[in-house]
């Protein structure tokens, strides 16, 4: 089992940037693979990217490609997002989750989450 901390969400404008970190417990973590995944009010929670348990394979929501980076640590244990180019449709809880198996798109695949932390990207 893991358990998974997000931090590094604020306020920001249009166009800054924010680098997201999720720390996890537990010795294994070089063995999941994590996403990134976010929630707006009122809407369902989306997928937003993804790394595989060795950080050689990437993937990413169309909405971001190009703009964010996912990235991990397995040393420290830790998973990263750099965003850039924030628009103000970036705003909502980001979350990070983990799988024992390959990473994919659907939310509900992923039985271990964080608690999230909150991004808000003013125009």
Not at 18 to 34: D, E, I, N, P, Q
Request: glycine content about 8%.
């Amino acid at each position: 089992q893991v358990q998974l901390v997000e931090s590094g969400g604020g306020l920001v404008q249009a166009g800054d940037s924010l680098r997201l970190s999720c720390a996890a417990s537990g010795r294994t973590f070089s063995s999941y693979s994590l996403g990134w995944f976010r929630q707006a009010p009122g809407k369902e929670r989306e997928f937003v990217a993804a790394i595989t348990w060795n950080g050689h394979s990437t993937y990413y929501a169309d909405s971001v490609k190009g703009r964010f980076t996912i990235s991990r640590d397995n040393a420290n244990n830790t998973m990263f997002l750099q965003m850039n180019s924030l628009k103000p449709e970036d705003t909502a809880v980001y979350y990070c989750a983990a799988r024992t198996t390959y990473p994919n798109y659907d939310v509900y695949s992923y039985p271990y989450w964080g608690q999230g932390t909150q991004v808000t990207v003013s125009s």
